[in-house]
């Protein structure tokens, strides 16, 4: 998993504060854990963890995202599940299964966790919705992937700042400005005045 947006981020506010949010997940992804998962390896935002049942590690992410949601100044997150089998050579994981977790999360976008077959399967288990997107052509995957959206993305904020992708509540934002048909709130008076300067660069952001 991974801070969604955290290139534009880093662009808008700067490389020091964009490392302090890095770790910040770092620590926030620790503290979610519990026994239930563990972190093997962190590469700037991202974030790879490995559990021994799909149920585990389905409740630890389950408990990030709320402990995410419990922070209005902090981006959306995005996640990619798989279970199998994996080898383990001097602390680090390595097969096929690692390799369709990191493309699966390649494909989420901010707030959504996405999953194979496997791990919806124990996901509607749980409770938990488990939609359907089809399959799909993974990056040097050969057959294609059932990939499924799960319902655990109902993050509060309801406003991102189209500049540096930070999620944020309207009434709590540091400036609104609207350009065409949408209305846009801002994390700061910088990322709302590089939006007035520049609106056509920011409104397609994803």
């Given at each position: 998993?991974?801070?969604?947006?955290?290139?534009?981020?880093?662009?808008?506010h700067g490389d020091?504060?964009?490392?302090d949010?890095a770790?910040?997940?770092?620590?926030?992804?620790?503290?979610a854990l519990?026994?239930?998962?563990?972190v093997v390896?962190?590469?700037?935002?991202?974030?790879?963890?490995v559990?021994?049942?799909?149920s585990?590690?389905?409740?630890?992410v389950v408990?990030?995202w709320?402990?995410?949601?419990?922070?209005?100044?902090?981006?959306?997150?995005r996640?990619?599940l798989?279970h199998?089998?994996?080898?383990?050579?001097?602390?680090?994981?390595?097969g096929t299964?690692?390799?369709i977790?990191?493309?699966?999360?390649?494909?989420?976008?901010?707030?959504h966790v996405l999953?194979?077959?496997?791990?919806?399967?124990?996901?509607?288990?749980e409770?938990?919705?488990?939609d359907?997107?089809?399959p799909?052509?993974l990056?040097?995957?050969?057959?294609?992937?059932?990939?499924?959206?799960?319902?655990?993305?109902?993050?509060s904020?309801?406003a991102?700042?189209p500049?540096?992708r930070m999620?944020?509540?309207?009434e709590?934002?540091?400036?609104?400005l609207?350009?065409?048909?949408r209305?846009?709130w801002?994390?700061?008076?910088?990322?709302?005045?590089e939006?007035?300067?520049?609106?056509?660069?920011?409104?397609?952001?994803?």
């Amino acid at each position: 998993m991974d801070l969604a947006g955290f290139s534009a981020l880093t662009e808008a506010h700067g490389d020091e504060a964009g490392a302090d949010l890095a770790q910040r997940f770092a620590a926030m992804t620790q503290a979610a854990l519990c026994d239930e998962a563990e972190v093997v390896d962190t590469i700037g935002d991202a974030v790879f963890l490995v559990s021994e049942t799909a149920s585990k590690m389905i409740h630890a992410v389950v408990r990030l995202w709320e402990a995410a949601d419990a922070a209005p100044d902090f981006p959306a997150l995005r996640a990619g599940l798989h279970h199998g089998e994996a080898v383990l050579r001097d602390s680090r994981w390595f097969g096929t299964s690692v390799n369709i977790a990191a493309r699966v999360a390649a494909l989420a976008s901010g707030g959504h966790v996405l999953a194979t077959s496997v791990v919806a399967t124990t996901a509607r288990a749980e409770g938990i919705v488990a939609d359907p997107l089809g399959p799909m052509v993974l990056k040097n995957i050969r057959e294609r992937i059932e990939i499924y959206s799960l319902g655990i993305n109902a993050q509060s904020a309801t406003a991102i700042d189209p500049v540096c992708r930070m999620r944020g509540r309207p009434e709590l934002s540091a400036g609104h400005l609207r350009f065409g048909e949408r209305d846009h709130w801002f994390c700061s008076l910088r990322c709302a005045a590089e939006f007035a300067t520049h609106p056509e660069a920011h409104v397609d952001a994803r």
